[in-house]
């Protein structure tokens, strides 16, 4: 099994996550192999706090993984990949060799919104890495309120599962991975160790170590370069599109920023309602026909606002925005 814990969004508890995660399924008697892909490499001073050495830790912030992976996994049963924050390369060759991707989120629209890239990025392992899956996991919550029920309704327009267990804002996360250990250690019998238990029951982690998904891995090395001369001949993104808009039956005019599946940033110098509705039209760079959708402001400062799409629009943004077909 090989489980990566991934969000471009940074502070979600990717890495307290992946800590924990790992430590459980030691307690299943698995040889685990911890792979910090962030090229901060916290998760080694993490290791020498007490010289917690039950698991191996390598620091390999490369976007070779996909291709160093069989190497790196031989005599493991488990392999547990800690994420950076924002960097694509490395990011999308830790999707090439992963079979289950969690994506902490924590429980707020910005934080769904901020989770599009993640989400195209899987989309795109996938086509090389078939046995890819993705599923979310709530995360930071604060306890004793309903946040968790709420992002769930925030997350039903996007097609992917989401974990029931949900992991709560707790002090125990934090005090023991200062202290070097992971909560079950740290805090046995607490909520916290609870959470962590649940989780791992709920994902299963037996289908141990599978020698023929890593031959698979090795075949996408080859279309993997192929995609990496697409992405550079293809920006995905063209900045700067002049958009029309309307909120509150008036119309306004600005220009589109940045767009992904699920919002846009719309570089504007008028100020507007959080949580107003917005319905934009512009034109397609690819065939310059008008492009309509509607959506939410969740974000208005003196650059401009933040738009979040009523409905994901990953194909619509795919044909207008790229050069592909
Ligand atoms: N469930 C939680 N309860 C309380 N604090 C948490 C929880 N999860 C993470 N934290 C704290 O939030 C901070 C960020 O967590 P963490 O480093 O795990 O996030 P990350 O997603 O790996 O961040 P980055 O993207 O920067 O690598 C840390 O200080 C951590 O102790
Ligand atoms: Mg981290």
Same mark, same amino acid.
């Given at each position: 099994m090989i489980i990566s814990l991934i969000n471009h969004k940074g502070g979600v508890g990717k890495t307290t996550l992946a800590i924990n995660i790992a430590f459980y399924i030691t307690t299943k008697e698995q040889k685990i192999l911890f792979i910090d892909a962030d090229p901060q490499g916290k998760v080694l001073q993490w290791q020498a706090i007490c010289d917690n050495n039950t698991f191996d830790v390598i620091h390999h912030p490369k976007d070779t993984l996909h291709a160093d992976i069989t190497e790196l996994a031989k005599g493991y049963e488990c392999i547990v990949i800690d994420a950076p924050p924002s960097n694509l390369d490395i990011n999308l060759s830790i999707l090439?060799?992963?079979?289950?991707?969690?994506? @902490?989120? $924590? @429980?707020? @629209?910005?934080?769904?919104?901020?989770s599009e890239d993640t989400l195209s990025l899987i989309e795109d392992a996938r086509r090389h890495n078939s046995q890819l899956e993705g599923r979310f996991l709530i995360s930071r919550r604060v306890v004793g309120t309903a946040q968790g029920r709420?992002?769930? $309704?925030?997350?039903?327009?996007?097609?992917?599962?989401v974990i029931n267990t949900e992991i709560c804002q707790r002090t125990d996360y934090v005090k023991s991975l200062k202290e070097g250990l992971s909560v079950l250690q740290y805090a046995p019998g607490s909520e916290a160790a609870k959470e962590i238990s649940e989780l791992c029951e709920e994902i299963k982690f037996d289908a141990s170590y599978s020698p023929s998904f890593l031959t698979d891995i090795r075949r996408n090395i080859d279309d993997y370069k192929v995609r990496v001369i697409e992405k550079k001949q293809h920006p995905r993104i063209v900045p700067f599109v002049a958009v029309d808009f309307a909120v509150q039956g008036r119309a306004y005019r600005g220009s589109i920023h940045n767009i992904s599946a =699920? =919002?846009?940033?719309?570089?504007?110098?008028?100020?507007?309602?959080? =949580?107003a509705e917005i319905t934009m039209t512009f034109l397609s760079s690819k065939d310059r026909k008008p492009i309509k959708i509607t959506g939410e402001i969740v974000r208005s400062g003196p650059q401009g606002i933040g738009v979040r799409f009523k409905v994901p629009q990953r194909d619509t943004?795919?044909?207008?925005?790229?050069? $592909?077909g």
């Amino acid at each position: 099994m090989i489980i990566s814990l991934i969000n471009h969004k940074g502070g979600v508890g990717k890495t307290t996550l992946a800590i924990n995660i790992a430590f459980y399924i030691t307690t299943k008697e698995q040889k685990i192999l911890f792979i910090d892909a962030d090229p901060q490499g916290k998760v080694l001073q993490w290791q020498a706090i007490c010289d917690n050495n039950t698991f191996d830790v390598i620091h390999h912030p490369k976007d070779t993984l996909h291709a160093d992976i069989t190497e790196l996994a031989k005599g493991y049963e488990c392999i547990v990949i800690d994420a950076p924050p924002s960097n694509l390369d490395i990011n999308l060759s830790i999707l090439l060799t992963t079979k289950l991707a969690i994506i @902490p989120i $924590e @429980p707020s @629209p910005l934080s769904i919104w901020a989770s599009e890239d993640t989400l195209s990025l899987i989309e795109d392992a996938r086509r090389h890495n078939s046995q890819l899956e993705g599923r979310f996991l709530i995360s930071r919550r604060v306890v004793g309120t309903a946040q968790g029920r709420d992002v769930r $309704e925030e997350l039903n327009g996007i097609d992917m599962a989401v974990i029931n267990t949900e992991i709560c804002q707790r002090t125990d996360y934090v005090k023991s991975l200062k202290e070097g250990l992971s909560v079950l250690q740290y805090a046995p019998g607490s909520e916290a160790a609870k959470e962590i238990s649940e989780l791992c029951e709920e994902i299963k982690f037996d289908a141990s170590y599978s020698p023929s998904f890593l031959t698979d891995i090795r075949r996408n090395i080859d279309d993997y370069k192929v995609r990496v001369i697409e992405k550079k001949q293809h920006p995905r993104i063209v900045p700067f599109v002049a958009v029309d808009f309307a909120v509150q039956g008036r119309a306004y005019r600005g220009s589109i920023h940045n767009i992904s599946a =699920g =919002g846009a940033f719309i570089e504007t110098r008028e100020s507007f309602d959080v =949580g107003a509705e917005i319905t934009m039209t512009f034109l397609s760079s690819k065939d310059r026909k008008p492009i309509k959708i509607t959506g939410e402001i969740v974000r208005s400062g003196p650059q401009g606002i933040g738009v979040r799409f009523k409905v994901p629009q990953r194909d619509t943004i795919n044909k207008a925005v790229t050069h $592909e077909g």
